[in-house]
């Protein structure tokens, strides 16, 4: 359950500008920008999970806090003149924005339900700490099915000689499948504790399974795991209880799934359908040098768009049809564009329309749940506010910028390219400083000297609840020479 794959979301502008007020300054406060601040967090959040130039030079890592920081309070200023100016309202941002909502919605609705409800006893950490350093080899027996299980289980625990009794039924009452080790954390708990319960020369009684059906295991040998056995105590508890967490967090997340979509019903227009799947394997005939590698086409997102384009007649046509109310034609395509969704080689018709159709009913399931995040108003919890707003703040800023670039006189002729570069971003450096002088912006040297940091340079994913995965911040654009053009216009001025 935590790897179903998921979707982006998105709020309002009154979202975009969560922020913390200058009135409310604390000591963990690195600079104002407005009425806003950039704390510790918003600073280690956005350094600390992203690349960035020099990151990784422990001897200049001072100049180079000083630069992201300078960066961020860039990002700010154009995301401000950019809501100032009513960039960012279009059609495509507002989808943006409300993709991003039901995406964060999702997650806080998993924090809610499931991650908040997960509560690991004493006794299950003791029950761990035995089985960790074990492990048990075992022959699994397939049977015919229960009654013939139960009666060959009866057989075996009534002989003295159990392993003689036990082979004397092979092929009548069983067959052998395959011989194993299992150890602590085994991927089918009811196996684990029937496997570990085994005594000597004993037999499970029958097990349900996946795939295999019903089961029985015989014990051949206890010994100790000597990977696991190497973890001193700390360790091994540590171990342990991620091992309990991450079962219990996998069938509650299955229930609480199970509990939101099973009583909904969806139903599809064919007709839109068949559409959409004859369009998509059209394009991927005709652009599959570009979409094949490693044995599979990537369809999204390019595939995706290009496919937004190939039916755009219809995008606003209602498509799915849910008791909460319908989705277009546009809202799933918004919804496939975050999905991996790929197609084997080699092409046919009923396998593009196979994948596209268990993709599409990924996108209701998330739909689903992100309208029940919504109904309970977690949209307007502080997490999911704050992560809209850093990430329309990084939209809003780059749209911002553009707007600068299109705006802007032509560089002279006589100028080579690398002297036109200069002037674009001389030009936006002013801006940019003329923006903080409108606004107000200034950094707190001292703070952000006594704030500690990784020099590790790395992107890192953020991975959320129900599935899938997004950048774990946006990309901080470097902008730092704003700070050195304003500062000279000080001079100028004076």
């Not at 006594?450 to 997004?470: A, E, K, P, V």
Request: proline share 4%; hydrophobic share 40%; with cysteine.
């Amino acid at each position: 359950m935590r790897n179903l794959l998921l979707l982006l979301c998105l709020v309002s502008s009154a979202a975009a500008q969560y922020g913390r007020t200058a009135a409310g300054l604390t000591q963990d406060t690195l600079a104002t920008v407005g009425s806003h601040v950039i704390t510790t967090r918003d600073f280690l959040e956005r350094f600390e999970l992203m690349p960035w130039p020099n990151k990784d030079n422990k001897a200049r890592i001072e100049a180079t806090k000083r630069d992201f920081l300078h960066s961020l309070m860039a990002e700010k200023l154009l995301a401000m003149e950019a809501t100032a100016q009513n960039l960012g309202n279009d059609p495509l941002t507002l989808r943006l924005q409300q993709n991003l909502e039901k995406l964060f919605v999702r997650d806080e609705l998993y924090k809610t339900e499931v991650t908040s409800r997960i509560v690991i006893t004493p006794e299950e950490t003791r029950e761990g700490m035995k089985r960790f350093p074990a492990e048990v080899e075992v022959v699994m027996l397939g049977i015919i099915n229960q009654k013939d299980g139960d009666l060959l289980y009866k057989k075996v625990a009534a002989a003295r000689n159990k392993r003689a009794v036990l082979w004397s039924f092979e092929d009548s009452l069983f067959v052998p499948l395959d011989t194993f080790v299992v150890k602590y954390g085994f991927k089918d708990r009811k196996v684990e504790d029937a496997v570990f319960a085994l005594g000597k020369d004993s037999l499970t009684k029958p097990v349900q399974t996946e795939p295999f059906g019903t089961v029985m295991f015989y014990l051949l040998r206890r010994s100790t795991n000597m990977e696991n056995a190497k973890f001193n105590t700390a360790d091994r508890m540590h171990k342990v209880n991620n091992i309990i967490k991450d079962r219990k967090e996998d069938s509650i997340a299955v229930k609480f799934f199970a509990s939101v979509t099973s009583p909904q019903r969806a139903e599809a227009d064919p007709a839109v359908f068949f559409r959409m799947a004859d369009s998509a394997y059209a394009i991927l005939r005709r652009d599959s040098a570009e979409l094949f590698g490693k044995g599979l086409f990537q369809f999204s997102p390019v595939g995706t768009e290009r496919l937004r384009g190939q039916i755009a007649d219809i995008l606003d046509q209602p498509f799915i049809s849910i008791a909460t109310g319908p989705m277009t034609v546009q809202q799933v395509l918004d919804g496939l564009v975050n999905n991996n969704v790929v197609f084997p080689a080699p092409l046919e018709t009923l396998q593009v329309r196979a994948v596209l159709n268990n993709n599409i009913k990924t996108v209701i399931q998330n739909e689903m749940l992100a309208r029940e995040g919504l109904r309970r108003n977690l949209q307007q919890s502080a997490a999911v506010r704050h992560d809209i707003a850093v990430w329309m703040d990084n939209y809003r800023s780059a749209r911002m910028l553009r707007a600068v670039l299109d705006t802007l006189a032509p560089p002279p002729d006589t100028l080579t390219p690398v002297q036109k570069e200069r002037y674009r971003k001389e030009a936006v450096d002013a801006f940019i400083g003329e923006l903080a002088d409108r606004y107000g912006a200034a950094m707190r040297e001292e703070a952000l000297r006594n704030l500690s940091t990784t020099t590790t340079n790395m992107s890192t994913w953020r991975h959320i609840g129900f599935g899938g995965r997004i950048l774990g911040v946006p990309q901080t654009r470097p902008q730092v020479d704003w700070i050195y053009e304003r500062k000279k216009q000080d001079t100028i001025n004076q």
